[in-house]
């Protein structure tokens, strides 16, 4: 029998197909795009980090589509998913926002605590969905997951870039936002997941043209369209879990 931690990397007979190690290297590259962003942030280059961010995020989103695209799932993918998952959306962002915000500051103050929580809570967000999903993971998520959590928390950078200096004079705000949005990963809110979501195909025609303006918005306006997808997703939080619990009872 093969060890489990090798199926769908190694078969039991004949060579590699390379076609089933491209997610994991699609996974390790996410993890290099998320080093870099950092990268980018230790010389100053703010923008450049988030964008490389925003990749990896891409990147995470189609490396286990295409797994089960090719039927190449494995154990051994899905905690080099998660090791990429916790650099690259617990880590990353934390020091983008440091080096963008906060580094100014010579000591250790309650913005690196607020970062730490937020790492903490991502790494246990990521730990408790692997628990969950051996035992069937259900139709949404629980808690904010982490390439959301990332997503949000880097909002105070978005405004930062979009020239609004209130989120540099006000640290104490800061850090009580990225407190809010470690506490939403690690909550028990149900949140849409995007696997067991699906469109009609009725309304195809209109999700289409939708998707075309999201995406050339987001090249051509991106901290405004990062900023309006981060309040967006806020608000929509209450009503998908108030909506969830209503079709429960």
């Not at 609004?164 to 149900?190: G, M, N």
Request: glycine share 4%; with cysteine; proline share 6%.
């Amino acid at each position: 029998m093969s060890d489990p931690l090798d199926q769908g990397l190694r078969p039991e007979k004949g060579p590699v197909k390379p076609l089933v190690l491209l997610p994991n290297f699609m996974t390790l590259g996410a993890v290099c795009v998320g080093l870099t962003s950092v990268r980018f942030a230790l010389d100053g280059r703010i923008d450049m980090a988030v964008i490389a961010l925003v990749v990896a995020m891409i990147l995470d989103g189609l490396d286990g589509r295409l797994a089960r695209a090719l039927n190449s799932t494995s154990r051994i993918g899905k905690e080099l998913d998660t090791l990429a998952d916790f650099f690259n959306f617990g880590i990353a962002p934390g020091l983008i926002l440091h080096l963008a915000l906060f580094n100014e500051s010579t000591r250790v103050d309650f913005n690196w605590v607020a970062i730490m929580v937020v790492a903490a809570c991502c790494a246990y967000r990521l730990a408790r969905f692997n628990a969950k999903e051996e035992q069937d993971v259900a139709q949404t998520f629980e808690g904010v997951p982490a390439p959301t959590l990332a997503l949000l928390t880097l909002m105070p950078v978005y405004l930062y870039l979009l020239e609004f200096e209130f989120v540099k004079q006000s640290p104490a705000l800061v850090s009580a936002y990225l407190i809010f949005c470690a506490f939403l990963a690690v909550s028990q809110v149900p949140t849409i997941s995007l696997k067991s979501f699906k469109i009609p195909s009725a309304y195809m025609f209109i999700v289409v043209p939708i998707m075309i303006t999201h995406i050339a918005s987001l090249l051509i306006y991106p901290w405004e369209t990062l900023t309006v997808m981060s309040i967006v997703y806020l608000l929509a939080m209450p009503i998908f879990a108030y909506r969830h619990r209503a079709e429960k009872s």
